[in-house]
């Protein structure tokens, strides 16, 4: 049979059922860029005026227009720092306990199964959790300390959950040169494994430091205050942070301190979008190292 | 076991168990008597015996999945890492059974040192790379030493002068056969006594495998080595003795030459003149 390059009647179907879905994947994304955009320019509308040195640097007031984010941004930095380093040793800990010495136990099953439930249970819950435990029982009144453990605590599951996913790409064959240059178990992990596992890790915790930054509902439950003069300055330090103070003024009546809370979404999204930066470049570099 | 997957290798002729009598007068540095290996159930190696002599290259043929792979894994018990494996018998290497009580497996591996079938170097410097053994052993004490112990083995295993230039680039930026180089000269930095190789040129071009068969050449000076091969002329090339598997079992076992001009069994003449496999 000779070769045809004219279209047969079914390719021409074909071709039109595969144009249909490329338009409509299409229309779907920009549908949802869309609502991102007209969301972000109604804030920026609302808030942009707001946005000034004067905002960011001062304490929050009863007058609108002296009302400024300073400590809450203090507070958040201090509680997301601490937050990653009290999530990145523990959750690695664990993933690595699990991928590399567990193995299939009925423990490290169990654990397993209860980390997949974790990540879905509700932040509030974990505020209730934080209350009880790091507040009352622990003593650690309503601190810095205690907001950043709480948060961990959320961290956890998608910090574990992402390092053990970046632990099962290292190929078997670096693992097996290791150990035939006799390195032990440990040596292996922490030489090896574990550097190569780094970009995956470190995408991981940013994105559930991402997702903790916004958290309020935890924050509020374990009594992160909603008025306060004055930027944290130790880890005992009452705070808030920036998604309770752009809470707080958005429930307040005054049409001025609806613009204050646009400015603070403004900034919020600013250092959300800055730490995705970060987590980008970070894994490009190691990545890059690795190759 | 069904039929169908463990038929039997045809009676052997010979009176003695291949595999018991020494096949060189030279010293015996591995000696495995009546081993057995099993993944889960499947018995993957069935009452191998075989002494191997030291300073010299053996061979290890026979078609895939007939075990010589796995068998040579037992020298340095990589096979531990695998669940479910188990294996019976004696490995003895200068003597001391590897699968004793109270045998410490790292430092056995210190010493019976493995290049594998696929090069895999470490996503690191080419320094680092062959510094890594170094540096966990604690071979070195001063960084003068351990320069000195890396460029020793860049030397010995015939990559020196391709990468002295470029000691801190990527390991991963060398071509495969200078990966593979570079896998041996890692192999060498901690001063193993016996060297063992699964089909390290199998992945290469015929240019860059001929490198690594000098290498070997040059290597049996001053270690043993065992050498897995699929490639027949290479084990006639490279080897002293070779041992043929077939199927779990070790079929005959003696001098290159005999092996390939006069074998004692018929399968094992089979298989080297293509016949079967």
Known sequence: ?291 | MPADTRALPPALSSLVRPGTAPVDAAPVKIEVDGLNFYYGQKRALDAIAIKIHAHRVTAFIGPSGCGKSTFLRTFNRMNDIIPGARVEGKVLIDGHDAYGPGVDVVSLRRQVGMVFQKSNPFPKSIFENVAYGLRINNLTRSKAELAERVEESLRAAAIWDEVKDRLNESALALSGGQQQRLCIARALAIRPDILLMDEPASALDPIATQRIEELVYDLKKAYTIVIVTHNMQQAARVSDHTAFFWLGRLVEYDRTDRIFTAPAEKLTEDYVTGRCG
Request: aromatic share 8%; net charge positive.
């Open chain 1, 1 to 291: 049979m000779a070769v045809t390059l004219a279209s047969s009647p079914s390719s021409v179907g074909r071709r039109r059922a595969d144009l249909l879905f490329q338009g409509a994947a299409l229309l779907v994304l920009v549908m949802a860029l869309a609502a991102l955009a007209v969301l972000v320019a109604t804030v920026w509308e609302d808030g942009a005026s707001r946005l000034d040195w004067k905002f960011l640097t001062s304490f929050p007031s009863r007058r609108a227009e002296d009302a400024g984010i300073y400590h809450a941004i203090v507070g958040s930095f201090y509680v997301i720092v601490l937050t990653a380093a009290l999530a990145l040793p523990i959750g690695v800990a664990a993933a690595t306990y699990l991928e590399e010495y567990g193995g299939r136990s009925p423990l490290a099953r169990f654990i397993e199964l209860n980390i997949a439930n974790l990540a879905a249970v509700p932040s509030i819950i974990y505020g209730l959790l934080g209350l009880g435990l790091f507040v009352r029982a622990m003593g650690m009144g309503r601190s810095v300390l205690s907001g950043a453990a709480t948060l961990a605590l959320l961290a956890l599951p998608v910090v574990i959950l992402s390092t053990r996913e970046a632990l099962r790409t290292v190929p078997s064959s670096i693992r097996e040169g290791s150990y035939a240059l006799g390195a032990t178990k440990w040596q292996t992990i922490w030489y090896q494994v574990l550097p190569m596992s780094l970009p995956g890790i470190l995408t991981g915790l940013i994105l559930a430091l991402s997702r903790a930054i916004g958290e309020t509902a935890p924050l509020i439950t374990i009594g992160a205050l909603t008025y306060i003069p004055f930027a944290p300055d130790s880890l005992w330090s009452p705070f808030t942070v920036l998604p309770i103070q752009i809470f707080n003024w958005v429930s307040r009546p005054q049409v001025a301190f609806k613009a204050n809370a646009a400015a603070g979404i403004l900034v919020l999204l600013t250092l959300l979008l800055t730490m995705n930066a970060i987590a980008i470049v970070l894994r490009d570099r190691y990545q890059r190292k690795g190759r």
